[in-house]
């Protein structure tokens, strides 16, 4: 599964949806809302799939959980394709609010991604924590959590200028333009994570200092 995950995130997000939503048969029988509500189906199962492929609940699958609940829970009440749309682009806003409030607390997400991630290959999480709030690092946490911040704003405007253009025929169109660009974003996004991983490998003082700050902490009286 891991080894493929880039295909079959392209099936399940991008191709199922944009095939079920223009093979015209679901529009036909059940109307624009149900069939765009449907054709987020195979993406919503293969969500879940992945979140309980991790077999451990952390900071990681707890987010895609509740964005996945939450985004359902926002597309099925919308009552209409239209507002479904409008729904996700409000939805996108809020996200965007929320990775940015999390570096305005000097928490950025991303960061918590990689504590998870550093967990699953065997590294400590309080120690990992403590190493990703190095200054040195954590700048650069920030500078990723503003990526994910911009890729939702970008995003979320051009999905807005999308339903004012074309309606509900923005649907499919929204799905591959919102790849396309997330593949695109995420380069950056993994380019960042990459150089942390090198600054890690090439500053064994600062491995050092954790472990000192660390040992003191565990010293101290409670």
């Known amino acids: ?37 449907l054709s ?13 492929e991790l077999k451990k609940i952390n900071f990681f699958g707890v987010y895609i959980l509740l964005t996945l609940i939450i985004g359902t829970s926002v597309e099925l009440l919308a009552g209409s394709a239209l507002q479904l749309l409008w729904n996700q682009v409000i939805f996108t806003f809020c996200m965007s609010g929320i990775f940015l ?16 991630f550093a967990e699953l290959q065997g590294y400590d999480k309080f120690f990992s924590k403590k190493l990703y709030y190095e200054k040195k690092l954590l700048i650069l946490f920030h500078i990723i959590c503003l990526i994910f911040v911009l890729k939702m704003v970008i995003l979320a405007s051009i999905k807005t200028w999308l339903i004012m253009e ?18 695109i974003m995420s380069i950056f996004t993994v380019i960042g994570f990459v150089y942390i991983g090198k600054i890690i490998n090439d500053s064994p003082q600062l491995i050092e200092k954790v472990k000192e700050d660390l040992q003191k902490t565990k010293r101290s009286p409670a």
């Open 101 to 116: 409030f999390s570096m305005l607390i000097n928490k950025p997400i991303p960061l918590y991604f990689a504590v998870d």
């Open 166 to 183: 074309y309606g509900v025929e923005a649907f499919d169109k929204g799905i591959v333009v919102r790849k396309i660009f997330n593949w």
């Open 40 to 52: 987020s189906v195979p993406g919503i199962l293969y969500s879940i799939y992945r979140f309980f």
């Open 1 to 37: 599964m891991k080894k493929n995950i880039v295909v079959y995130d392209i099936i399940f997000y991008l191709i199922f949806p944009v095939v079920m939503w223009n093979s015209g048969i679901l529009r036909e029988s059940l109307g624009d809302y149900y069939a765009m509500i």
